[in-house]
């Protein structure tokens, strides 16, 4: 099971998050702290992921985490480069679905990171020099290599169901990585998935 701490300012908040927890049978709730108690209680409960509801775009927390924020793109944009490569985390809306919230905790705890599609889409992707990189550069960047993996397995055709059991993941967290390739490359489909992969060199038909 995925030991799974909840933290917000809020007694409210902390509960509802408690909730969503407790509602799937892959998740275990291992505690709940304030902002100010949560270093100590990562310390003392040792959790997978930390579920946290935060006001401040950025993060220094260094757990696994999903972060519920009011603005997921400036999160987002505030995060990617310093955390993406170093931090297993996903930003999600306060307003996102419990079935998103779980398969966020999940894919973390599985070591990736993941984010909704409205933070992605609106997103004005720029180098670390400054400079707008092109289309490829852009796609390449944003797509995470468990995301390559999913839309290679795409480019050959195969039903989510083959993709889970290829890739070693359940079928909830194969539409979840489906959804964020669409909306990154821009599209509605696998078909345009494919064909925008193949164009830009990211799958090989």
Do not use: C
């Not at 040792?46 to 950025?58: F, Q, S, T, W, Y």
């Not at 997103?123 to 796609?139: F, I, L, M, Q």
């Not at 993996?149 to 889970?164: C, F, H, Q």
């Amino acid at each position: 099971m995925i030991r799974t701490l909840v933290t917000a300012a809020s007694e409210l908040a902390r509960a509802g998050l408690a909730e969503i927890v407790r509602g799937d049978a892959r998740l275990a709730l291992v505690g709940q702290a304030t902002p100010a108690e949560l270093l100590a209680s990562i310390t003392a409960y040792g959790p997978d992921v930390v579920l946290e509801d935060r006001d401040a775009e950025r993060s220094a927390l260094e757990s696994p985490s999903v972060a519920l924020v009011d603005d997921p793109r400036a999160a987002w944009l505030g995060n990617r480069f310093e955390r993406a490569a170093q931090v297993p985390h996903a930003i999600l809306a306060r307003d996102a679905s419990n079935d998103e919230v779980i398969a966020a905790i999940v894919a973390v705890a599985a070591g990736l990171v993941a984010v909704q599609p409205r933070a992605i889409a609106a997103t004005d992707a720029r180098a670390e020099d400054g400079r707008v990189p092109d289309d490829a550069e852009r796609a390449t960047e944003a797509l995470t290599a468990r995301e390559r993996g999913v839309l290679s397995e795409l480019a050959r055709g195969v039903p989510n169901k083959t993709i889970a059991a290829r890739l070693g993941i359940s079928e909830h967290t194969v539409k979840f990585h489906i959804a964020s390739i669409f909306a990154k490359l821009a599209v509605s489909s696998r078909t345009e998935a494919v064909a925008r992969g193949a164009r830009l060199g990211l799958v090989m038909l």
